[in-house]
């Protein structure tokens, strides 16, 4: 499918700074739809489900929405990026909150150690685990932009691993799922090719 | 700490080229005076882009001591182009002129002299949107073999004492809930001769946010020794690229060289 021809939709979970990713999609010829519309998400070609904030926060906002059921049993290629990443989990420590339930594991913090900063902030190293269309053209020890305090654990759902005080999945997948921890739309070429890989997966249905 | 044999963790440190502006343009003065103006900010964030810069700091200079918000249309013209982090300083006095320069693409704002005069603002953003995005910019100046913290750097003819200790207040700032500190050291800045090692390790053992060294660049070793001397996470600095006295590429290969994990 050529770029013009699909519809890709930005989930409007609250929180600022939407923009970077919108303009991330903008640079690979896409232009998006911010939306918490059931039915803009249900007939999108891709979805993003993005987060700054809290997970509490962002999990109220998609009640709000009406968005807690539909999205896990969406078939088109979803990708949530950072806390929207922790939202596909079971839950997540930070506020102890429900999430989508998608993976079945919960979000921890990660350690506060001595000598290790926290929130983990920068560019950090990645792994690569289990092959999975994402990471078409990436190589083994990519470096991409962290932002978070807390993380998801190790599991057979890890694409992509990376270590802050512990290894964490920085990369995760399930069924038409993918999550990313760190921020493809600020991790230069390697976010690019990942944004464009997303971009290149196919819907469960007719594959 | 980060990076070295046996640590827990591949984080990279960062290489942050500052981009001062006034009226729309990169400007640098020396120690704060005589500005004058580098080149337009879109074209030199690109090139520090293409460079491997880590990720760019953007402080308007002229914002803060003439007490105006931050223009943000620039702020959108960087976020559309560019793919690495960025960070907008300058005039940034309340929380809903922090959402229209996070809305407009910036990753993280930065306060200084607006922080000082009302501390409360550094938790208010942190709760908004998340300590992550909220850095707090600290001018420190050494004086008699302490450090104190200055406001309104900006001008010269308007900067003041904040009457505060450099170490105190960046203890209190985190309690406020700051997401990273950047540190300038003004007895260094603009004159080239290293960072401020000493000061910045002190900082560094009451500082468990990301700390930034600024100021005082003017070599690679001066990079190589404020990371492995004073384990800061991230390098800034002005003149020295702008100027093209340091490429970025050749810094980097040799901070591999000695050890020090940066991004490729």
């Known amino acids: 499918m050529a770029a013009n021809q699909l519809s890709v939709a930005i989930i409007n979970s609250g929180g600022a700074n939407i923009n970077s990713v919108v303009f991330a999609l903008e640079r690979l010829g896409i232009e998006p739809v911010f939306t918490a519309d059931r039915d803009q998400i249900r007939h999108a070609s891709h979805v993003v489900l993005p987060g700054v904030g809290s997970a509490a926060a962002a999990m109220d906002q998609l009640q709000q929405s009406g968005l807690v059921e539909l999205i896990p049993d969406l078939t088109q290629p979803v990708i949530g990026i950072c806390l929207g990443m922790q939202l596909l989990f079971e839950s997540s420590a930070e506020g102890d909150v429900p999430c989508l339930g998608i993976i079945p594991a919960r979000i921890e913090a990660l350690p506060v150690e001595a000598g290790l900063t926290i929130p983990h902030m920068g560019w950090n190293r990645n792994a690569l685990v289990n092959q999975h269309a994402i990471l078409s053209d990436i190589e083994d020890g990519f470096y991409a932009y962290f932002v978070h305090s807390y993380a998801a654990p190790m599991g057979p759902w890890t694409v992509a691993r990376s270590r802050h005080g512990r290894e964490f999945s920085s990369i995760v997948s399930h069924r038409n799922f993918v999550g990313i921890q760190f921020h493809p739309e600020r991790s230069a070429t390697v976010g690019q090719q990942l944004l464009s890989n997303f971009l290149r997966l196919q819907s469960e249905v007719g594959v | ?264």
């Open chain 2, 1 to 264: 700490m980060n990076g070295n044999a046996g640590s827990v963790t591949d984080l990279a440190r960062r290489i942050i080229p500052c981009l001062d502006v006034r009226d729309g343009k990169v400007v640098k003065g020396v120690k704060f005076r005589e500005h004058r103006i580098v080149g337009d900010i879109v074209d030199l964030s690109m090139r520090y882009r293409d460079q491997g810069a880590d990720e760019l700091v953007l402080y308007d200079i002229t914002a803060s001591p003439e007490a105006r918000m931050v223009d943000v249309s620039w702020v959108e013209r960087i976020a559309r182009v560019i793919d690495i982090p960025f960070c907008v300083a300058g005039g940034i006095r309340s929380v809903e002129a922090a959402r229209r320069v996070l809305n407009s693409g910036a990753d993280k704002i930065s306060i200084n002299s607006p922080a000082i005069e009302n501390p409360a603002l550094i938790g208010e953003l942190a709760k908004q949107f998340g300590s992550q995005c909220v850095v707090v910019g600290i001018d420190s100046l050494q004086l008699d073999g302490d450090y104190f913290v200055k406001k309104l750097t900006g001008d010269p003819d308007k900067t003041q004492d904040a009457g505060l200790g450099t170490l105190e207040w960046v203890r209190r700032v985190q309690e406020l809930g700051a997401g990273e500190i950047v540190l300038n050291c003004m007895n260094q800045d603009g004159v080239r001769r290293g960072y401020d090692v000493q000061q910045l390790r002190l900082v560094r053992e009451v500082c468990r946010v990301p700390l930034i060294a600024s100021g005082g660049a003017g070599a690679p070793e001066h990079f190589a020794s404020v990371f492995a001397e004073a384990q800061v996470d991230g390098a800034l600095a002005a003149s020295v690229f702008h100027e093209a006295m340091i490429a970025i590429p050749d810094l980097k290969q040799y901070l591999r060289q000695q050890n020090i994990a940066v991004r490729p």
